[in-house]
């Protein structure tokens, strides 16, 4: 009967050990992480938009689209109509359009209007048909984007304030221009905007000295 | 790490053979999925750009209109705030001639009604939903008819101070023979013109100018609670009431009234008087001023009791005194008085000065003899169409029922409103009417001040307002824009010389919300005095023998009932009773006594003719002893919506039974006397019922000094509010101030404010106690409302709320508001026993509630001396989802479990920070206003950065009349409150127990 109980006890105790490294274990190898941080997170879009091409490539200033950012709380997602401003014209890559020229050349006929299968979804949105011409019979839908950086209902993130002080839109969002698909890259926690904060008050931005509140309600009210 | 929850479905096919491996496998990829889902982002969050985005909008940056209100008929301008297309807020405009920048805790409130998904949302023609054409096409055939067989066609609405609708009513009714716009106030002032009519020949509601008036004697007029227009009344009341300047300019105050009003409760001398005794003081002011000015009264006025003589005899020699800067008002709703107090003004001179008759108002135009004259048409059957706009006849006139019954055959009754009320229910067509906040309107509300209220939303019911109605049936379908347009083309933009093009001046007025063009001039006859002694005859028939009085009056709150369906007006205290959710029938304690009732007693008020009401007592300070005060508004049709306002826990009561209704309609008890509606009703009986109703009240102890509970300490005076009298003042700026304590503290250091160091001012001379900053502060700071049950249990969750406290009894009541809201403490109680650290100090000495932090352990609120903290004991129910649109974006909703106060809006503070950031400046004086500052029609809150020694709130707290609260704990608070200064003699002053009432 004690034996029993002995090794009931060492069972117990080995599977207790067990079951405890295995949830350490599985926390270290898969990244686990505090709840609703979502580093990391890389939603595909409904419109595979690349960041890459415009922001990089091309080099349009993040500005340019994300004009909240300067006087607004949000940095906002472009209107559809901004998109337009270049895509009027703009319907397809460089290269198919080539393409497109050349084999027309070849088989001696005007070419035809090329448009990607992506900017097909942008004109749907903004109500003309699949090649970017007005038809009556269709309706604007809009575009629903999924949001990669969002943070908690409690928390209140002023864009400009920071964008006017001179941080960098990479400081928190990272390397946008090379993203082909927007990745959230910072963790977003309370603890790594503190951080920031006690860095740009002891270093300053751009060797600028700047007063970066710590007060809890600077983004909790 | 990749995004599992969005790989499509195809990538996630099951293997066609499921093996045991296969299903190990696959049952390893589950927990490893459960543990990353863990880790996910579960419900995506949408994000919808615009498709071609407004020029003006930026998401998240407010816009703001400047529009006028319409929580009633005084034409305040309103600053509207509108985030991403929807108003948030009202505010008031700063720069409008009438309001001034104040704006009352109805016009505050009345945003709500915008998002009140109730409202019509199509026209219904005989109780059935139809349609705009349908409705038009049918009412259009009826008209024709009775056009054609020359109907009588009636237009009964309450004051309308839109010209361009009046200018359509007009047309419209020209178009038949016999057509007449009867105009009617729930609550009437209708005797108030009458009495000009006879005494100026001309039917007209001066301006009155408190701010020139160095006496004011007001005859229970409301006039800073209710009465025509009191957000202007309180700005011009303040203004003529400044301890700038030596000697300070500084109004004498005396009301007399039967029950204790907000006004009432601000009077340097208040005289309780029953309604008979009210008339009688009317004479005998006359009589005694006319002797004065060395003439004779053709009619020999009694000699009033020994109390009254005295105080008529010492008000007469203040108003001589003062002549020609004093003012006489009243607000009887009774001819013969209101001729008397004509003739009491023309004898001081004060036609010209004090009240001007030639810019006259047009805030209340209701005239009760067209009203009678219409009801009897009504009776005998001789209307044949009925158009009611604004008003409720059949709630708000007595005799509803019988009323409703004889409509019954008129062949074409039609009303235009919001919803299917106790008028609209009888009507044949009802059509409904947008919010102020989704339309466009103009309103000239005195004469020469024009105003314009354009829409700040998408309409969000499919309402048309009724100048397109008209419009349409005379056949030339125009939107109201294009009306009014039209109409201030045509008759406003002649009226000035300013601008040279119209599109400039409209322009101009859209962008400013208000212009001042030349007022349309009256003919105003000289006085004339034949009409007094009639008046004088026919108040001295008026015998003292009778007693027991039911004053009828406006509810403070909610009005004449326009605004029952407003859940946040339902759940504002009453200023002087403190009541929430329910209207009672107030009387003295000697009177309560003598009918052996005890508070909460509910009572059948009878009346012959079977006119009976049932309400619930409440023994109020300051209440005449003949007269029992009932509030009008409440009992309205469809107030059971509130049933489940409050959160559903096992021992909730709902706020109103199903199928009832939040409180008593009191208007059957209403009485014609001649041709007026009398708010004074005599012949009535008090039954005890031997039921009682639980009354909510936010205040339950009254008085400055200890209950005599207290052992030792019983009686004893707390450091509350600190009171002086103007003499004493004068003589030392800092009369009556309180003992100061020596502060020695337990804490090693005090804390260091390097930058800003926010405080606020509150200047209880200032401070009327009309409650528009609680409205204020609920709005701006997404406050719940949380039903009668709960302000039962103490759990109302308004961060500010105003003290009302009660010293002495009988004649010498004085009464004293104070603003109550958390005290940002130097030395916090609350800070050092939460055991999470939710509540903290910031740097710039605001005392911060962290929701996310708190766990709810309320530790805090216990050791609050000043109780201020709130508790979110429920998830509160915030009305569907469209009321859910009026949440105030920038500040957190907060969730069950977490304790909440005021935060000194820090949303503006922070947002001001940054915009000063923004534009590379340092923030200015005035940049930070908090929301309760914002619309206090007093100008009695400041606030701002006590380490700008330039700021208006650091010389204030400076100033020799500022204290802290309960100083003497040495909590160190930041809100500074000023000395209470009455013009009165014999304010017993600072230390020593006063006696407790």
Same mark, same amino acid.
């Given at each position: 009967?004690?034996?029993?109980?002995?090794?009931?006890?060492?069972?117990?105790?080995?599977?207790?050990?067990?079951?405890?490294?295995?949830?350490?274990?599985?926390?270290?190898?898969?990244?686990?992480?505090?709840?609703?941080?979502?580093?990391?997170?890389?939603?595909?879009?409904?419109?595979?938009?690349?960041?890459?091409?415009?922001?990089?490539?091309?080099?349009?200033?993040?500005?340019?689209?994300?004009?909240?950012?300067?006087?607004?709380?949000?940095?906002?997602?472009?209107?559809?109509?901004?998109?337009?401003?270049?895509?009027?014209?703009?319907?397809?890559?460089?290269?198919?359009?080539?393409?497109?020229?050349?084999?027309?050349?070849?088989?001696?006929?005007?070419?035809?209007?090329?448009?990607?299968?992506?900017?097909?979804?942008?004109?749907?949105?903004?109500?003309?048909?699949?090649?970017?011409?007005?038809?009556?019979?269709?309706?604007?839908?809009?575009?629903?984007?999924?949001?990669?950086?969002?943070?908690?209902?409690?928390?209140?993130?002023?864009?400009?304030?920071?964008?006017?002080?001179?941080?960098?839109?990479?400081?928190?969002?990272?390397?946008?221009?090379?993203?082909?698909?927007?990745?959230?890259?910072?963790?977003?926690?309370?603890?790594?905007?503190?951080?920031?904060?006690?860095?740009?008050?002891?270093?300053?931005?751009?060797?600028?000295?700047?007063?970066?509140?710590?007060?809890?309600?600077?983004?909790?009210? | 790490?990749?995004?599992?929850?969005?790989?499509?479905?195809?990538?996630?096919?099951?293997?066609?053979?499921?093996?045991?491996?296969?299903?190990?496998?696959?049952?390893?990829?589950?927990?490893?999925?459960?543990?990353?889902?863990?880790?996910?982002?579960?419900?995506?969050?949408?994000?919808?750009?615009?498709?071609?985005?407004?020029?003006?909008?930026?998401?998240?940056?407010?816009?703001?209109?400047?529009?006028?209100?319409?929580?009633?008929?005084?034409?305040?301008?309103?600053?509207?705030?509108?985030?991403?297309?929807?108003?948030?807020?009202?505010?008031?405009?700063?720069?409008?001639?009438?309001?001034?920048?104040?704006?009352?805790?109805?016009?505050?409130?009345?945003?709500?009604?915008?998002?009140?998904?109730?409202?019509?949302?199509?026209?219904?023609?005989?109780?059935?939903?139809?349609?705009?054409?349908?409705?038009?096409?049918?009412?259009?055939?009826?008209?024709?008819?009775? =056009?054609?067989?020359?109907? %009588? @066609?009636?237009? &009964?609405?309450?004051?309308?101070?839109?010209? +361009? /609708?009046?200018?359509?009513? !007009?047309?419209?009714?020209?178009?038949?023979?016999?057509?007449?716009?009867?105009?009617?106030?729930?609550?009437?002032?209708?005797?108030?013109?009458?009495?000009?009519?006879?005494?100026?020949?001309?039917?007209?509601?001066?301006?009155?100018?408190?701010?020139?008036?160095?006496?004011?004697?007001?005859?229970?007029?409301?006039?800073?609670?209710?009465?025509?227009?009191?957000?202007?009344?309180?700005?011009?009341?303040?203004?003529?009431?400044?301890?700038?300047?030596?000697?300070?300019?500084?109004?004498?105050?005396?009301?007399?009234?039967?029950?204790?009003?907000?006004?009432?409760?601000?009077?340097?001398?208040?005289?309780?008087?029953?309604?008979?005794?009210?008339?009688?003081?009317?004479?005998?002011?006359?009589?005694?001023?006319?002797?004065?000015?060395? =003439?004779?009264?053709?009619? %020999? @006025?009694?000699? &009033?009791?020994?109390?009254?003589?005295?105080? +008529? /005899?010492?008000?007469?020699? !203040?108003?001589?005194?003062?002549?020609?800067?004093?003012?006489?008002?009243?607000?009887?709703?009774?001819?013969?008085?209101?001729?008397?107090?004509?003739?009491?003004?023309?004898?001081?001179?004060?036609?010209?000065?004090?009240?001007?008759?030639?810019?006259?108002?047009?805030?209340?135009?209701?005239?009760?003899?067209?009203?009678?004259?219409?009801?009897?048409?009504?009776?005998?059957?001789?209307?044949?169409?009925?158009?009611?706009?604004?008003?409720?006849?059949?709630?708000?006139?007595?005799?509803?029922?019988?009323?409703?019954?004889?409509?019954?055959?008129?062949?074409?009754?039609?009303?235009?409103?919001?919803?299917?009320?106790?008028?609209?229910?009888?009507?044949?067509?009802?059509?409904?009417?947008?919010?102020?906040?989704?339309?466009?309107?103009?309103?000239?509300?005195?004469?020469?001040?024009?105003? &314009?209220?354009?829409?700040?939303?998408?309409?969000?019911?499919?309402?048309?307002?009724?100048?397109?109605?008209?419009?349409?049936?005379?056949?030339?379908?125009?939107?109201?824009?294009?009306?009014?347009?039209?109409?201030?083309?045509?008759?406003?933009?002649?009226?000035?010389?300013?601008?040279?093009?119209?599109?400039?001046?409209?322009?101009?007025?859209?962008?400013?919300?208000?212009?001042?063009?030349?007022?349309?001039?009256?003919?105003?006859?000289?006085?004339?005095?034949?009409?007094?002694?009639?008046?004088?005859?026919?108040?001295?028939?008026?015998?003292?023998?009778?007693?027991?009085?039911?004053?009828?009056?406006?509810?403070?709150?909610?009005?004449?009932?326009?605004?029952?369906?407003?859940?946040?007006?339902?759940?504002?205290?009453?200023?002087?009773?403190?009541?929430?959710?329910?209207?009672?029938?107030?009387?003295?304690?000697?009177?309560?006594?003598?009918?052996?009732?005890?508070?909460?007693?509910?009572?059948?008020?009878?009346?012959?003719?079977?006119?009976?009401?049932?309400?619930?007592?409440?023994?109020?300070?300051?209440?005449?002893?003949?007269?029992?005060?009932?509030?009008?508004?409440?009992?309205?049709?469809?107030?059971?919506?509130?049933?489940?306002?409050?959160?559903?826990?096992?021992?909730?009561?709902?706020?109103?039974?199903?199928?009832?209704?939040?409180?008593?309609?009191?208007?059957?008890?209403?009485?014609?006397?001649?041709?007026?509606?009398?708010?004074?009703?005599?012949?009535?009986?008090?039954?005890?019922?031997?039921?009682?109703?639980?009354?909510?009240?936010?205040?339950?102890?009254?008085?400055?000094?200890?209950?005599?509970?207290?052992?030792?300490?019983?009686?004893?005076?707390?450091?509350?509010?600190?009171?002086?009298?103007?003499?004493?003042?004068?003589?030392?700026?800092?009369?009556?101030?309180?003992?100061?304590?020596?502060?020695?503290?337990?804490?090693?250091?005090?804390?260091?404010?390097?930058?800003?160091?926010?405080?606020?001012?509150?200047?209880?001379?200032?401070?009327?106690?009309?409650?528009?900053?609680?409205?204020?502060?609920?709005?701006?700071?997404?406050?719940?409302?949380?039903?009668?049950?709960?302000?039962?249990?103490?759990?109302?969750?308004?961060?500010?709320?105003?003290?009302?406290?009660?010293?002495?009894?009988?004649?010498?009541?004085?009464?004293?508001?104070?603003?109550?809201?958390?005290?940002?403490?130097?030395?916090?109680?609350?800070?050092?026993?939460?055991?999470?650290?939710?509540?903290?100090?910031?740097?710039?000495?605001?005392?911060?509630?962290?929701?996310?932090?708190?766990?709810?352990?309320?530790?805090?609120?216990?050791?609050?001396?000043?109780?201020?903290?709130?508790?979110?004991?429920?998830?509160?129910?915030?009305?569907?989802?469209?009321?859910?649109?009026?949440?105030?974006?920038?500040?957190?909703?907060?969730?069950?479990?977490?304790?909440?106060?005021?935060?000194?809006?820090?949303?503006?503070?922070?947002?001001?920070?940054?915009?000063?950031?923004?534009?590379?400046?340092?923030?200015?004086?005035?940049?930070?206003?908090?929301?309760?500052?914002?619309?206090?029609?007093?100008?009695?809150?400041?606030?701002?950065?006590?380490?700008?020694?330039?700021?208006?709130?650091?010389?204030?707290?400076?100033?020799?009349?500022?204290?802290?609260?309960?100083?003497?704990?040495?909590?160190?608070?930041?809100?500074?409150?000023?000395?209470?200064?009455?013009?009165?003699?014999?304010?017993?002053?600072?230390?020593?127990?006063?006696?407790?009432?």
């Amino acid at each position: 009967m004690k034996l029993l109980n002995n090794r009931m006890t060492t069972v117990v105790l080995l599977v207790a050990v067990v079951l405890t490294m295995s949830v350490f274990f599985t926390s270290f190898t898969s990244n686990m992480r505090l709840p609703d941080n979502h580093q990391g997170f890389e939603p595909v879009q409904p419109i595979a938009y690349s960041h890459r091409l415009h922001a990089g490539e091309l080099g349009i200033d993040c500005l340019h689209c994300h004009g909240g950012a300067e006087q607004s709380r949000t940095a906002g997602i472009p209107p559809a109509s901004t998109c337009m401003n270049c895509h009027q014209f703009v319907t397809a890559s460089i290269l198919s359009v080539r393409e497109e020229d050349k084999l027309a050349a070849k088989e001696s006929r005007p070419p035809r209007k090329i448009v990607s299968p992506d900017l097909q979804k942008l004109y749907r949105a903004v109500g003309l048909n699949e090649m970017g011409e007005r038809d009556i019979s269709l309706t604007a839908e809009g575009i629903e984007w999924i949001r990669v950086h969002s943070l908690p209902s409690f928390v209140y993130f002023n864009h400009s304030a920071h964008v006017n002080s001179g941080v960098a839109c990479q400081t928190c969002h990272g390397n946008v221009e090379t993203m082909e698909r927007v990745r959230q890259v910072s963790d977003l926690s309370m603890g790594w905007c503190v951080n920031c904060h006690r860095d740009a008050n002891a270093n300053g931005i751009n060797a600028k000295p700047v007063n970066a509140s710590i007060d809890c309600d600077a983004c909790h009210h | 790490m990749k995004d599992h929850l969005h790989t499509s479905e195809d990538q996630l096919n099951l293997p066609e053979e499921f093996s045991r491996r296969s299903f190990l496998k696959l049952a390893g990829f589950t927990f490893a999925g459960g543990v990353l889902a863990g880790c996910q982002q579960s419900n995506l969050e949408k994000a919808i750009p615009h498709l071609i985005k407004p020029e003006e909008l930026v998401p998240g940056v407010p816009l703001w209109y400047a529009s006028t209100c319409a929580g009633c008929s005084a034409g305040c301008g309103v600053l509207v705030k509108t985030r991403d297309g929807r108003p948030i807020k009202l505010e008031g405009n700063p720069e409008h001639p009438i309001s001034r920048g104040g704006l009352c805790a109805v016009g505050q409130a009345s945003l709500l009604g915008l998002y009140d998904s109730q409202r019509l949302g199509a026209p219904l023609a005989h109780g059935k939903e139809s349609t705009w054409e349908q409705v038009d096409a049918a009412i259009k055939a009826e008209l024709e008819g009775i =056009r054609k067989r020359n109907g %009588a @066609v009636r237009f &009964l609405t309450g004051t309308i101070t839109s010209p +361009t /609708t009046n200018e359509l009513v !007009r047309r419209f009714l020209s178009t038949f023979k016999d057509a007449r716009h009867v105009v009617y106030d729930p609550v009437s002032s209708s005797a108030l013109l009458d009495a000009h009519e006879r005494t100026h020949g001309v039917r007209a509601l001066p301006q009155f100018r408190l701010e020139k008036a160095t006496t004011i004697v007001s005859l229970n007029a409301d006039f800073l609670g209710t009465w025509l227009s009191p957000v202007e009344f309180t700005k011009a009341y303040r203004q003529g009431r400044s301890l700038q300047g030596t000697p300070p300019v500084f109004s004498y105050h005396t009301q007399f009234e039967s029950r204790l009003s907000i006004t009432g409760s601000n009077a340097d001398e208040r005289v309780s008087v029953s309604p008979v005794e009210l008339a009688h003081v009317a004479s005998r002011l006359l009589s005694l001023l006319t002797e004065r000015a060395g =003439r004779r009264l053709p009619v %020999a @006025v009694p000699l &009033l009791d020994e109390r009254l003589e005295r105080c +008529t /005899t010492e008000c007469v020699e !203040r108003l001589w005194r003062t002549k020609g800067k004093s003012l006489v008002v009243c607000g009887v709703n009774d001819v013969a008085i209101q001729v008397v107090v004509n003739a009491i003004n023309e004898v001081l001179g004060n036609y010209g000065s004090t009240i001007d008759l030639n810019r006259s108002s047009y805030q209340a135009q209701g005239n009760d003899t067209d009203l009678a004259k219409l009801l009897d048409e009504i009776r005998s059957g001789n209307v044949s169409a009925l158009f009611v706009d604004g008003v409720n006849p059949f709630y708000d006139l007595p005799g509803a029922q019988e009323l409703a019954a004889a409509c019954e055959t008129i062949p074409l009754p039609v009303s235009f409103g919001e919803r299917n009320d106790e008028t609209a229910e009888h009507m044949h067509y009802v059509l409904p009417q947008p919010h102020e906040l989704e339309r466009w309107n103009d309103s000239e509300a005195i004469a020469g001040i024009v105003s &314009l209220t354009q829409p700040t939303i998408q309409p969000l019911r499919p309402a048309r307002p009724l100048m397109e109605t008209i419009s349409i049936w005379m056949g030339t379908k125009e939107s109201a824009y294009n009306l009014i347009r039209a109409e201030w083309e045509r008759s406003i933009f002649k009226r000035q010389t300013r601008e040279q093009s119209f599109t400039q001046f409209w322009n101009k007025t859209l962008h400013d919300g208000f212009a001042i063009v030349e007022p349309k001039r009256q003919a105003v006859s000289s006085f004339n005095p034949a009409a007094v002694a009639e008046s004088l005859r026919q108040l001295s028939t008026q015998s003292l023998q009778q007693k027991l009085f039911v004053e009828l009056h406006a509810s403070s709150t909610i009005l004449d009932g326009r605004h029952a369906h407003n859940a946040w007006l339902q759940e504002l205290p009453d200023p002087v009773t403190k009541i929430v959710w329910d209207n009672v029938a107030s009387l003295s304690r000697k009177r309560a006594e003598s009918l052996n009732l005890h508070e909460g007693d509910v009572v059948r008020l009878n009346r012959e003719g079977g006119r009976v009401i049932e309400l619930p007592i409440h023994i109020q300070q300051g209440h005449q002893d003949d007269v029992i005060s009932v509030s009008l508004g409440y009992g309205r049709k469809g107030t059971d919506r509130f049933h489940h306002v409050n959160p559903k826990w096992l021992q909730a009561k709902p706020t109103v039974e199903k199928g009832g209704t939040v409180g008593t309609n009191a208007a059957p008890l209403l009485e014609w006397k001649g041709k007026t509606l009398s708010y004074f009703v005599s012949g009535i009986e008090v039954e005890r019922t031997g039921t009682n109703r639980q009354i909510a009240v936010t205040q339950e102890y009254d008085f400055l000094t200890n209950p005599n509970l207290l052992g030792e300490s019983s009686g004893e005076k707390r450091n509350i509010i600190q009171q002086a009298s103007l003499a004493t003042f004068v003589a030392n700026p800092s009369a009556g101030s309180f003992p100061k304590p020596p502060l020695d503290s337990l804490w090693p250091e005090e804390h260091t404010y390097p930058g800003h160091r926010w405080g606020m001012v509150i200047d209880l001379t200032a401070c009327t106690g009309c409650s528009a900053c609680v409205i204020s502060c609920q709005v701006e700071n997404n406050i719940p409302v949380v039903g009668k049950d709960e302000v039962a249990r103490n759990r109302e969750l308004q961060w500010l709320r105003i003290d009302r406290y009660y010293e002495e009894e009988g004649e010498t009541l004085r009464v004293a508001h104070q603003p109550m809201l958390c005290q940002h403490c130097g030395n916090a109680p609350c800070e050092t026993v939460c055991p999470v650290l939710a509540t903290v100090h910031n740097s710039e000495g605001l005392n911060q509630q962290v929701y996310n932090r708190c766990v709810g352990t309320r530790y805090c609120a216990n050791n609050c001396p000043y109780k201020v903290r709130h508790f979110n004991w429920f998830q509160y129910p915030r009305g569907d989802e469209i009321a859910r649109m009026v949440l105030n974006p920038d500040v957190t909703v907060r969730d069950r479990g977490v304790m909440e106060k005021c935060t000194f809006c820090v949303q503006r503070i922070q947002l001001a920070k940054i915009e000063a950031k923004n534009e590379g400046r340092a923030l200015r004086d005035g940049d930070v206003k908090s929301a309760c500052q914002q619309s206090c029609p007093a100008d009695a809150i400041i606030f701002g950065d006590v380490n700008d020694p330039n700021s208006e709130v650091s010389r204030k707290m400076k100033d020799p009349r500022t204290y802290r609260v309960l100083e003497e704990l040495g909590v160190r608070p930041s809100i500074g409150y000023m000395t209470l200064v009455r013009n009165s003699d014999g304010i017993a002053v600072a230390e020593g127990g006063m006696k407790n009432g």
